[in-house]
């Protein structure tokens, strides 16, 4: 006699069977809701990726997210042969990923494993998601979608009325039960996202009700679409053996030598790039004299081309050769001693994307203005709403990633455009759209003990203020 389990998958996948036929016909008739869901998955997932679509129907989801390498598999004959008939350019399998490795016969990586709510009629989710370890590389990251469980009686009154394709039995399950599904079978969340308040058109007022309300903070939560992304905790990758501190230093010319003599040698190579920033204290002059004067430390010096604290990271990025990137401030009020703690982050694969905060031990007195630390502490609490990852000190001039990674920003940086003269947003923005493990380390922060400080509260404030319009434009009302 067949087991519950084995009758329940096969009245699943009948039920599928049996409707496949008409999804397009539905898609068709629900056009804006499924545009609003392929906007949202293309935020996450690039054009160009290889990506894995493990229940992907009719492959409409697969190919709407531009992949250059394709692959569906789904455990319904019908819907892979209707996705063969309308993708030739994907590839599509019949497998039974429920009792099957995923895909068989294959050990291909990919960078994104995408699952359009197949985590619906999975029977025994943690066993399918734990096959899919197989199929990650280190930068891979899964992205399950679904509707929330908030959703369900409206979605069954559609149904009862015709307005709604049929759902076969479904498991109807929140964003914290996916994370824990997710946690139990070896992966980390990294980003959760609510999208779509409003699935209808409404005469063109659907798309602003999503735009401008979907995000908002309480609202959101009503949202009928879930995403979460998430990496795999037992892929890793290689231990760095490099790394490259870039030191941007405008009038520091006091400073520049305790910068090299209090930096720790905390890797096999420590690489140190100052970026001159047209300095009118002899800061170049002393770079010149400290590098001659410390001959067994790896320090290059560059001359920065344009103005501001961006311009001269991106020149000390180009330029740097360490397998992990990090930057110090010259003025020293984030200590050269603690960035071993930075590297371990990153070496140890707690984070991929780290971040110092000023704002959680007792600082030194005279290091913050009242002011400063007022404004710090609201732009975090905004920022960390927008980025839907929690920052307490977006302006901490110490970050750290590696070399690889920056160069994924570096190329898609004309998603975000030239923008940022801080360097801070850049990179954080960035971090966050390629979906990045983001920590946060805190630091004492210190007086300056030479030279004065080249933030202005008023004209930065105000930079600030546009760098919020510019993230919930870029980052929520895509």
């Not at 569906?72 to 993708?87: E, F, K, L, Q």
């Not at 990045?436 to 930065?460: C, D, M, N, W």
């Amino acid at each position: 006699m067949a087991s519950r389990h084995t009758d329940q998958r096969t009245a699943i996948r009948a039920h599928r069977d049996v409707h496949e036929p008409t999804r397009a016909r539905w898609r068709a008739r629900h056009a804006f809701y499924h545009a609003e869901d392929t906007r949202a998955l293309r935020f996450v997932i690039p054009e160009g990726a290889s990506v894995l679509a493990v229940g992907c129907g009719d492959g409409a989801t697969l190919a709407a997210v531009k992949p250059a390498r394709g692959l569906g598999i789904d455990p319904s004959p019908t819907a892979v042969d209707a996705a063969r008939a309308a993708y030739p350019h994907l590839e599509f399998r019949a497998v039974d990923f429920e009792r099957d490795e995923i895909p068989a016969g294959t050990d291909e990586k990919f960078d994104f494993i995408l699952l359009p709510d197949t985590i619906g009629w999975i029977e025994d989710i943690e066993t399918v998601l734990g096959r899919l370890h197989a199929h990650c590389h280190p930068d891979t990251r899964i992205v399950l979608s679904y509707h929330s469980p908030l959703w369900e009686p409206a979605l069954r009154v559609a149904q009862n009325a015709g307005l709604k394709a049929p759902m076969p039995p479904s498991n109807w399950l929140g964003m914290r039960d996916l994370a824990a599904l997710l946690d139990l079978a070896g992966f980390e969340v990294i980003r959760r996202e609510w999208r779509t308040l409003s699935p209808l058109r409404l005469l063109g007022f659907g798309a602003l009700v999503n735009r401008l309300l979907a995000p908002l903070p309480i609202v959101r939560g009503l949202c009928l679409r879930h995403y979460l992304v998430a990496r795999s905790r037992q892929i890793a990758h290689p231990a760095p053996r490099s790394a490259s501190v870039i030191v941007p230093a405008r009038n520091e010319r006091g400073n520049i030598e305790d910068a090299v003599r209090r930096l720790p040698q905390f890797c096999k190579r420590v690489e140190i790039v100052f970026v001159e920033g047209h300095s009118k204290d002899g800061t170049l002059e002393e770079m010149r004299r400290v590098q001659a004067a410390y001959p067994d430390r790896d320090i290059k010096i560059l001359v920065q081309d344009g103005k501001g604290k961006g311009d001269a990271v991106r020149k000390g990025f180009a330029a740097a050769t360490g397998d992990v990137l990090m930057i110090l401030d010259a003025d020293l009020t984030v200590p050269p001693e603690q960035m071993p703690k930075f590297f371990r982050q990153i070496a140890e694969g707690r984070g991929e994307f780290v971040n110092g905060t000023r704002l959680v031990y007792p600082m030194e007195d005279r290091a913050m203005r009242a002011l400063n630390w007022i404004a710090n502490h609201g732009f975090s609490i905004v920022f960390s709403w927008l980025l839907n990852q929690r920052f307490t000190d977006t302006l901490c001039g110490t970050k750290v990633l590696r070399k690889s990674h920056y160069e994924r920003i570096a190329a898609n940086r004309l998603y975000f455009g030239d923008f940022d003269p801080f360097g801070d947003y850049d990179l954080i923005f960035g971090a966050v759209k390629l979906n990045l493990k983001v920590v946060e380390v805190p630091i004492r922060y210190l007086a300056r003990t030479y030279g004065e400080t080249q933030i202005s509260r008023f004209r930065h404030g105000w930079l600030l203020l546009r760098m919020v319009v510019f993230a919930w434009r870029k980052l929520k009302a895509y």
